[in-house]
């Protein structure tokens, strides 16, 4: 199954939404960057990249998924399953 967006596609629109919505200097979005220890976001930034990601996606992470991220490269693979799904 071929997904709409690989995972280097879903990294950088990621990092688009980090740095210009959020003023993460882009040299601290690594994958293993955890969001809010090494990225100082709270709950309510990690919400806002999801409605995000949704927009970029027209996919909705469920409420399970979205608790389990804790990390850039945890939202990528999140969403990248996501889209595999369907």
């Given at each position: 199954m071929e997904c709409k967006y690989s995972k280097e596609?879903?990294?950088r629109e990621l990092k688009t939404i980090l740095i210009e919505e959020l003023d993460i200097a882009e040299e601290n979005i690594t994958l293993e960057a955890n969001l809010f220890e090494d990225l100082d976001l709270d709950s309510i930034d990690v919400v806002d990249i999801a409605v995000r990601m949704q927009k970029f996606t027209d996919k909705?992470?469920?409420?399970t998924?979205?608790?389990k991220i804790k990390t850039v490269g945890?939202?990528?693979?999140a969403v990248f399953d996501l889209l595999m799904r369907d």
């Open positions: 596609q879903i990294l909705k992470l469920s409420p998924e979205f608790k945890n939202v990528v693979d």
